[in-house]
């Protein structure tokens, strides 16, 4: 197959309102679309920030959060994917959400990752319920891995799927107070698995009282660790184009994978 451009939409969120961030995602991802990006990937809880004490901000799936995805993937005939709070169906009196990493693709198609780990330093796991299973979905043949921020921290579970995984995709509301870690787990995790690592951060300011920093520090990293593009701060639209072929080759030139037990 030919390369795959992806895009990953650096950006700032309202907190807690929805209806801001769409009006001011829509033309980000018009924009990724115009550039030539077959893939849009907004950051975790894109339409909300990170909010874990708020049981208003649950939204069933195929809510507005969703419904926004779908509607700009097939205005722009794009796949386009971030995160939202999702409370299931028949979930009765528990109303917490799963942090849903949902893609949306141009012909209304939606594949849902659950955030296996909530971030329990941030009581994440009081307020949403943990997932239990991975995602992976093949697009115009590009295997693709769906992660959410602290997930990244866990190396064994990327391992797993390293031999089906040609990108995996990494949003994020990762905080500035431990970007170092973002950055170099990015690496990490493309350098270990040799595919291609998207991680899509947030900017700007969280919480309530707006005291959540956010430096963003989007990167897309390929097989060999090399940074094909990079961001911080500001928010911007970061492309570049994945090709699986180049997977195949580092793993046959570098067959590190098999000699894992």
Known sequence: MSTFRIAAVQHDIAWCDRDANFEHLAPLVRGAAASGARLVLLSETFSTGFATDRA??????????????????REHGVWVGGSCPEIPAGAGDDIRPYNSFVLAGPAGEMVRYRK?????????????????????VTIDGLRITMFV????????EFWQLADTTDVYLVPANWPEARRTHWMSLL???AIENQAYVVGCNRVGNGGADGSLVYSGDSRIVDPL?????TASRTESILLADIDPAHVARVRDRFRFLQDRR
Request: negative net charge; contains cysteine; charged residues 20%.
């Open 149 to 156: 921020c602290y997930d990244l921290r866990f190396a064994d």
């Open 56 to 73: 208003d901000l649950g939204e069933p799936e195929g809510g507005p959060s969703s419904q926004f995805l779908v509607g700009q993937a």
């Open 116 to 136: 296996i780990h909530p971030f329990t330093y941030a009581n994440e796991h009081e307020h949403f319920r943990a997932g239990d299973a991975f995602t992976q």
């Open 187 to 189: 690496q990490a995790r």
């Open 225 to 229: 660790g090399e940074l094909l593009a």
